[in-house]
Nanobody, 127 residues
Framework: QVQLVESGGGLVQAGGSLRLSCAAS????????MGWFRQAPGKEREFAAA????????VRVDSVKSRFTISRDNAKSTVYLQMNSLKPEDTAVYYC????????????????????WGQGTQVTVSS
């Protein structure tokens, strides 16, 4: 079992920055691939970024690649999503997720591949 709690969301003007945190607990957390997903109103949940258990491999969707950075601190049991140059289209509920399967060489990017989810944190970017 892995428990995930997101924080750090809020209201920010376009061009601003936020850092999301995901506090994890559970025996197998440190070996999990961790992902950030987001869901805008009326849209399906979509992948944003993911990081391997060691932090050595990351992947980001093209729309955020130059603006968002995912990282993890296993000693603090926390995953981060640093979001810079935010745009109104980044407005969504952001979810942290954990994949406990064996690492395949590249962090997983599909919703269905993740086993545990947090409750989400709202990010609103005003124009």
């Amino acid at each position: 079992q892995v428990q995930l709690v997101e924080s750090g969301g809020g209201l920010v003007q376009a061009g601003g920055s936020l850092r999301l945190s995901c506090a994890a607990s559970g025996r197998t957390w440190s070996t999990a691939t961790m992902g950030w997903f987001r869901q805008a109103p009326g849209k399906e949940r979509e992948f944003a970024a993911a990081i391997s258990w060691s932090g050595g491999r990351t992947v980001r969707v093209d729309s955020v690649k130059s603006r968002f950075t995912i990282s993890r601190d296993n000693a603090k049991s926390t995953v981060y999503l640093q979001m810079n140059s935010l745009k109104p289209e980044d407005t969504a509920v952001y979810y942290c997720a954990a994949n406990l399967g064996p690492f395949s060489g590249r962090p997983r990017t599909e919703v269905a591949q993740y086993d545990y989810w947090g409750q989400g944190t709202q990010v609103t970017v005003s124009s």
